[in-house]
């Protein structure tokens, strides 16, 4: 079965700085990827995804992530963040569930706190 | 709507009510999911809908959860006899995807707020 854990459940950083926001998963079947972003108030949203080619994927909020294979993870970095990406991360992947459908597999998500 | 819209945005009750948990998708979007978030826990999957079937209900956690979807839109998630332990936040979203494939873009909505007393 497949997982995901986000070992950080919150990350405090100074605005400005470089920060790298974790994600690994388990699965025994090849995966999909992908970065959710919740702002407060505000309702799940795509940032970033991974489905195959160049290992790299960007956001267009200068966010990217990194497929890795052998060390099965997909972390999150941005090299200076604002105030405004202080929101809620959710690493996913897809669980295939046969009959040629399948959900996401999410993990518990990791608060990205930016200060002044 | 332009997004899922869901109702009510929170809800109340006492322990042993039945609730109802409306969504309404994104207009043409044929696939359709529930999750479920408690507090400190990531997005845990309860139901999944293509068109009005459910082909997936393995992450209903008892059978107190059911849900419905009609005319391949709107769906209800009802809880009866709601316990302490079913306080979380409901999500629904939903994706444009034929059947055997899945870009991975789900669009949810703010969820429903379940506190029970």
């Known amino acids: 079965a497949q997982s995901v854990t986000q070992l950080d459940s919150q990350v405090p950083v100074f605005e400005e700085a470089p920060v790298e926001l974790r994600c690994n998963y388990s699965?025994?079947?090849?995966?999909?990827l992908f970065w959710y972003v919740q702002y407060p108030n505000q309702g799940l949203q795509l940032l970033l995804k991974?489905?195959?080619?160049?290992?790299l994927v960007k956001s267009i909020n200068g966010f990217e992530a990194e497929f890795n294979k052998s060390q099965t993870s997909f972390h999150l970095r941005k090299p200076s963040v604002h105030i405004s990406d202080t929101a809620e991360y959710f690493c996913?992947?897809?669980?295939?569930?046969?009959?040629?459908?399948?959900?996401?597999?999410f993990g518990k998500g990791t608060m990205l706190l930016v200060s002044p | 709507g332009a997004g899922v819209s869901q109702s009510p945005s929170n809800k109340v009750t006492e322990k042993g009510k039945d609730v109802e948990l409306r969504c309404d998708p994104i207009?043409?979007?044929?696939?359709l999911y529930w999750y479920r978030q408690r507090l400190g826990q990531g997005l845990e999957f309860l139901i999944y809908f293509q068109g009005n079937s459910a082909p997936d209900k393995s992450g209903l956690p008892s059978d107190r959860f059911s849900a419905e979807r009609t005319g391949e839109s709107v769906s209800t998630l009802t809880i009866q006899r709601t316990q302490q332990e079913d306080s979380a936040v409901y999500l629904c979203?939903?994706?444009?995807?034929?059947?055997?494939?899945?870009?991975?873009?789900?669009?949810f909505g703010e969820g429903s707020r379940l506190t029970v007393l």
């Open positions: 996913a992947v897809t669980h295939w569930r046969g009959e040629g459908y399948s959900t996401l597999t």
């Open positions: 207009s043409g979007h044929t696939a």
């Open positions: 699965s025994s079947v090849s995966v999909y």
């Open positions: 979203a939903s994706s444009l995807v034929p059947t055997g494939t899945f870009s991975g873009e789900l669009f």
């Open positions: 991974y489905l195959s080619g160049s290992t």
